[in-house]
């Protein structure tokens, strides 16, 4: 589903950041990239999303070679196959709950469709799987919502609509244990719901084993290893 | 989508939107309530004479003749001979003349001494003539006819008595006050300077200033002569002076109005080659654009100013917008992970700016209604402006429109640089 050949970033010219010989994950897969600060991780998970080009090499996603495409199809294809949650701030702090979760179908018809005919309903039901009480929240500007019951909201945009991939950027830093235990549960069990891969980044080794394989950044990079 | 999600941020910014937003406003109704002023004025000013075709007084410029004949502006630096009006009247081609002689003045306000052919033929804004609000048109000597606004200003009523001074000014130590006059009527309104003027009979103009020569009383000595001895009669028996009227010797200007106005061109130059004394005839509507061109200067600058402040405003708003930038870019970060495009982005902030000066407009506009509807009575009585309240005019739509395209014009900053910033941040959350 997503493979990575050859492929080389750099943000200044001669100082190679990424020399990623080969990455690849499978559909419906999990995977585990950790790495130091610094080593280039949302860096690559830009390159992935199609936000940034790489220098040199491919990335394929669903079969569509990235560096062969123009921004808007990258944009296009980004909106319609993958679900980003990030470290912090996922929400637009003046929209609910809800309509923080339909953004996704806003910007992408496909997954509207594949929300199904009642984009609402679905966000709802989402909702209540991260198990948030969605009638409390709903109504309520998301900057009211605490940091842990944000985090589940931005799982919950990133699942509607059933995009092929997930990616999360340390989506559990700013938790505490408990509510990351939580968290990651609820995020594994709709990923596996939704059939979606998950490309997950942290520099947090006990969560390694709960993925289906997992990879240093600094041993595959070889721009590092040199 | 874009549309929900700029009406969620500036509702969740609106303090500070409203800010903006009264500013974009006051200066759309700064700009719309000057462009009503300056259409106003520009009509008020042109109704002043309607009706006369040409205006005739002793060789001057024609600006200066206007003004002192129709707007009481200044003097007449010379005078012309009554025999020349009796001329002019008996001309062929004159349906009709009014004689009219100023210099006079109570408390201010011009005197023009004048004949009932004035109340009957004088016409203003669109061949209106002038109507008696209450008593009658002066019949004798010592009777006035008062402009509305006389009458409202000095308190002054049917019966009262009102005393002339010679020459123009408020405190003139020359005082006609061996004659005094009796209000008989009082004009209505007509928002011109006929309402400031209190009109009297030519003769009664005359019965005064029987014994003052070049504006300085002369002590009064027996006198030879029947038409002498007739006048001092009703200089000194001013009750029921009427059976004394003297024949005025000049006046100051005549309003002639034509049976062909056609022949205006022909008999304008004619006038200005009569032998018998220099005469100068105006036609008032090529006299008055030509004396617009010149009043027309601090109009135009006034609503250069107008604009400037909308500008300001505009500026306040680009300002504003900017300076949510820093704070939004994490929404920025946001919306590109969710795949809104870097125009998209761009558009966000358009569409607030849009919205704004929509919104800022639509309350400028209301303002400016709201303002004419508490203020329209006050203009109209005041400074004969008489605006229509809850009007809305071609042009006044032109401007809006304008503001509207200005607006969007400041808009582009901030959304050239969300642009560039949503391009050079990516995913990445930045705080
Ligand atoms: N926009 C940018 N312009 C220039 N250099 C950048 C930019 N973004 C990141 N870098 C550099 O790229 C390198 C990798 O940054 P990146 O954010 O990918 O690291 P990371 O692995 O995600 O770190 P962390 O774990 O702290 O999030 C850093 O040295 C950083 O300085
Ligand atoms: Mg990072």
Known sequence: MLSIEDLRFSWQPGKPLLDLPSLSLGAGESLFLRGPSGSGKSTLLNLVGGVLSAQSGSIRLLGHALETLKPRQRDRLRADHIGFVFQQFNLLPYFDAIDNVLLSCGFSPRRAERAGADPRAQARMLLERMQMDVDEVAGRPAAELSVGQQQRVAAARALIGAPELVIADEPTSALDADTRDDFLALLFDECRRAGAALLFVSHDRSLESRFDRSVDLIEINRARAT | ?431
């Not at chain 2, 309003?255 to 005839?281: C, D, H, M, T, V």
């Open chain 2, 1 to 431: 989508m874009l549309l929900k999600i700029t009406r969620a941020s500036l509702w969740n910014r609106r303090f500070a939107v409203a800010l903006t937003l009264f500013t974009v406003a006051i200066s759309v109704a700064l700009l719309l309530a000057v462009e009503r002023l300056r259409v106003e004025t520009r009509r008020s000013f042109a109704s002043t004479i309607s009706g006369t075709d040409l205006i005739v007084g002793a060789r001057t410029g024609p600006v200066q003749l206007l003004l002192y004949s129709v707007f009481r502006i200044g003097d007449a630096s010379n005078n012309i001979r009554y025999s020349s009006f009796q001329e002019l009247a008996a001309l062929p081609q004159v349906a009709w003349a009014i004689p009219i002689s100023l210099g006079d003045s109570h408390r201010g306000y011009r005197v023009l001494g004048t004949t009932s052919t004035y109340f009957e033929h004088f016409r203003y804004a669109d061949q209106r003539g002038l109507k008696l609000a209450r008593g009658a048109e002066f019949a004798g000597i010592g009777e006035a006819v008062l402009g509305a606004e006389v009458a409202a200003r000095l308190g002054y009523e049917i019966g009262d008595a009102v005393v002339i001074a010679h020459g123009i000014g408020n405190r003139d130590i020359m005082v006609h006050d061996d004659q005094p006059f009796r209000v008989v009527g009082i004009l209505e309104r007509t928002g011109t300077p006929v309402d400031r003027t209190l009109h009297v009979s030519l003769q009664s103009i005359e019965a005064m200033h029987a014994d003052w020569q070049h504006g300085v009383r002369i002590p009064r000595r027996p006198t030879a002569g029947d038409g002498d001895a007739s006048r001092e009669v009703g200089h000194d028996v001013h009750v029921a002076p009427a059976t004394a009227a003297a024949a005025p010797q000049t006046i100051t200007a005549v309003f002639l109005g034509l049976k062909n106005r056609a022949a205006a061109f022909a008999l304008q130059r004619q006038i200005n080659e009569y032998s018998g004394e220099p005469l100068l005839a105006i036609m008032p509507a090529m006299t008055m654009a030509q004396l617009w061109s010149l009043v027309g200067v601090a109009e135009s600058a006034l609503l250069l100013v107008a604009w400037c402040v909308v500008v300001a405003g505009l500026l306040g708003m680009t300002t504003a917008l900017v300076s949510t930038l820093s704070e939004r870019r994490r929404e920025m970060a946001i919306l590109r992970a969710i795949g809104a495009r870097p125009w998209q982005i761009a558009a966000l902030l358009m569409l607030e700016s849009a919205l704004i000066t929509l919104l800022g407009t639509a309350l400028g506009v209301s303002l400016v209604q709201l303002g004419v509807l508490l203020l329209a009575p006050s203009l109209s009585g005041q400074f004969g402006l008489h605006l229509q309240p809850l009007t809305f005019t071609l042009r006044e739509l032109g401007l809006v429109l304008a503001v509207l395209v200005g607006g969007q014009i400041a808009g582009i900053l901030p959304a050239l640089l969300a642009y560039r910033r949503s391009l050079a941040d990516g995913l990445t959350i930045r705080i």
